[in-house]
């Protein structure tokens, strides 16, 4: 089920009405219910798949706080690899098996093994990731073993953050389950006003967006490098208000239940580093890749270079994390080469001084945050990109062939209406920096009259701007 779709807005509204009608003890069982429901709609037999690794990880988790020493080991290694064979079947088997067939046929020997034709479970990364962390943090001794299988499977299927995150942790959500949750009109309100912004980002701008870059990334050899520029542009905001809108409708529609989920972006564009791009962007991956994979590795308490190979490898995973093709790893190495190249770069800044003699202007700060967003569009050539050959083809031409005549679209008035959304956008984010509108439960200096005038007109916008989509980009990861 789609958060932008008038199914949800009916599966919502009822699930909220059975949530606070019902007794505490039946709330749990209704929600998981719901949940089931929820997934089923895409695509029903894969719900065995959760049902799977939840039955798997759960028992799991008991025994890991049951024994002691080596045995504890065991259950987290076999929790861990049902995991991620889930994930390598579903996922990696005919990337994996496709690169071993090139790889024969240059020998001239033809691959037996086939393809498997099955279709990638939908949120497969996020709810898996989010059961790991379960069972992860049960060995570290940080989070008691769950011993209501209701409540661990509610954990893993919350239906707001089920497909797409934010992937929560245990100690975070766990406990909420256990709470009594009493409606609140204030609650209600702020949820809307998040599932209101959500919904706005992703049917205005980034639906809006989606239908001039699928064309062009869908056909980039017909363009010239103008084209291929602008399209860039438009899917850095595409991908931005897509994912970013989904978080919103999922957070806010958890929170007028009573639940808080964690805030998953922060103005990402608005960053000054690389480093500090990635603790605003996908926030719940890039401290889970931080927690369960950098921090094991040794993190930054190991000779230069392990060092550098731990940040390397934590880039690349996230990359392929993102799909089974080699752009994504490519992305992925490309994040690693910026923050490798800023630790350097700001070191040199300390040796000579030079950090502290340009922090203070307003001008040095805005070329840092131009200079992030173009190095991440840059890169974001590669996530689009349907394969390597075509992402080297619009790199190649997107900065030689300027001069080309300009794409417009179906118009030249949807491109531009594409722009001054972005625009406006932006300057709802530079306000939000600024803490004149509040951001994820930030108070705000803006008078209540203002406030509701911005509700109606986003509205009034969504209805009149509004882009009907079948999916989310993060739905197929």
Not at 157 to 169: D, S, T
Not at 224 to 229: F, P, R
Not at 326 to 336: A, E, F, N, Q
Not at 411 to 418: I, L, P, R
Request: with cysteine; proline share 3%.
């Amino acid at each position: 089920m789609l958060f932008n779709s008038f199914a949800y807005f009916v599966f919502l509204p009822l699930v909220i009405l059975v949530y606070f009608l019902l007794p505490q003890q039946w709330r749990n069982a209704m929600l998981l219910a719901a949940s089931c429901y929820f997934y089923m709609v895409f695509i029903p037999v894969y719900v065995l798949i959760l049902g799977f690794t939840i039955v798997i990880d759960y028992y799991a988790g008991i025994y890991l706080e049951k024994f002691h020493g080596d045995r504890r080991r065991y259950f987290l290694v076999l929790s861990i690899i049902a995991n991620v064979s889930v994930l390598a079947v579903f996922k990696y088997y005919n990337f994996i098996n496709g690169n071993i067939s090139v790889f024969l046929a240059s020998f001239g020997i033809a691959n037996p093994v086939p393809d498997l034709g099955i279709l990638l479970p939908i949120g497969l990364s996020f709810h898996t990731f989010q059961a790991m962390s379960y069972t992860i943090e049960v060995y570290r001794g940080h989070q008691k073993a769950e011993h209501n299988f209701l409540t661990y499977a509610l954990y893993v299927m919350f239906f707001p953050q089920l497909v797409a995150g934010p992937i929560e942790r245990p100690q975070n959500m766990l406990h909420q389950f256990y709470e009594k949750h009493h409606f609140s009109i204030d609650r209600l309100v702020t949820g809307g006003k998040f599932i209101i912004w959500g919904l706005f980002k992703k049917v205005v701008i980034a639906d809006r967006l989606a239908a001039y870059t699928d064309i062009v990334y869908g056909n980039p050899e017909q363009f010239g490098g103008s084209t291929l520029l602008l399209a860039t542009f438009f899917f850095s905001f595409q991908i931005y208000c897509d994912f970013s809108g989904y978080s919103d409708i999922a957070i806010g529609s958890a929170h007028i239940l009573g639940f808080r989920l964690m805030q998953n972006f922060n103005l990402p564009y608005l960053s000054r580093s690389i480093s500090e791009f990635w603790k605003r962007w996908h926030i719940s991956l890039s401290t889970w890749f931080s927690d369960y994979v950098y921090k094991p590795m040794g993190g930054s308490r190991v000779p230069r270079y392990r060092w550098i190979l731990n940040i390397f490898t934590v880039f690349l995973v996230s990359g392929l994390w993102h799909g089974a093709n080699w752009t994504y790893v490519v992305w992925g190495g490309l994040h690693g080469v910026y923050y490798l190249f800023e630790y350097a770069a700001t070191a040199i800044g300390k040796k000579t001084g030079l950090d502290k003699r340009f922090e203070a202007s307003s001008v040095w700060h805005a070329a840092q945050r131009l200079y992030v967003f173009t190095i991440v569009l840059f890169a974001w050539v590669f996530f689009r990109a349907d394969n390597l050959n075509d992402a080297v083809y619009i790199v190649s031409h997107m900065v030689t062939d300027l001069s080309s005549p300009l794409y417009t679209g179906s118009s030249t008035f949807d491109t531009a209406m594409g722009m001054a959304l972005i625009l406006l956008l932006f300057v709802v984010q530079l306000f939000q920096y600024n803490g004149i509108i509040g951001i994820y439960f930030q108070p705000t200096r803006v008078p209540r009259a203002f406030r509701w005038a911005g509700y109606a007109f986003t509205l009034i916008l969504i209805g009149m701007l509004g882009v009907s989509s079948e999916k989310f980009i993060y739905f197929q990861f």
